[in-house]
């Protein structure tokens, strides 16, 4: 098999996660279980996804010139991410992520901070990898103006685009018809599109029951519900890699939904992420 080349354009934060068995409601202070910092931010997450699963991945992205910054590049070098195209910013500190963690589901806070210099003009610094890219990956948690730039750069240069649109932030409407494949979960989709006319592209997450694309359903696999962030971020890691070995998109989807229902099984975004062997075992494919 090939080694698929992927480059993702996105976030790095540190994740603080707490767990907690009942949320507090607003004025009030309530106890929490426990706390853990854990790697995270959606560009990293996907693009350790993609490594695990035997990508050769480059994160283009920024942190802060702090302790924090230096902690998440070690962890990316760890994971076989490429660093070369991580820029610490001069004025801005490391992006962080508040999650609260209650009954398996999970709500989030980023404060992006240096996230937020992953320019058009910082993109077009890195074009010599994007354009060696068997896939680019984005999200919206960095600058709308650099994933606009990617989405055009990537159609003038053939190169397969693949947009999670996570956060749902508005984009400018010519973005979508740029984008190989839109990857929203159920609650993007319907913030960002009404009338969706470009069903083609559209890969609609649903959780633990899989994955919607055109009129087809492909189902998710079972899993111990632990935490489930970071699964959409799985999700898209391995829709990446799979593209970039050339299965048909609905291979695609089945294998990131496989991938995906390992995250679940683990506390933080990265730590349950598959291996490529691990995956195939699950969908019985090396039986
Ligand atoms: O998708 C999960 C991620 O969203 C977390 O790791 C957090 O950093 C936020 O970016």
Redesign the pocket.
Known sequence: MKQPVITVIG?L???LLTTISRLPDQGETNFGESFYM????????QAVAAARLGAKVSLIGKVGNDSIGVELIQHMKRENVDTGHIGISKTKAT???N?LINESD?R?M?VSGANQEVTPDYAESCKETLLASDVVLS?L?VPVETVEWAADFCHKNEIPFVLNP??AVPLSASVWEKCSYITPNELEAALLFQEPSFSDQLITTLGPLGAKYKTLFIPGYPAEVVDT?????TFNGALAFSLGVRLSVEQAIAFANAAASFTVEKL???AGMPTYEKVEERMGLNA
């Open positions: 976030s934060n540190m994740d854990k790697p995270g931010g959606k560009g990293a997450n992006g962080v992520a999650i999970n989030i980023v999200q948690e996570a956060p962030t970071g699964a959409g971020d933080g975004a990265q």
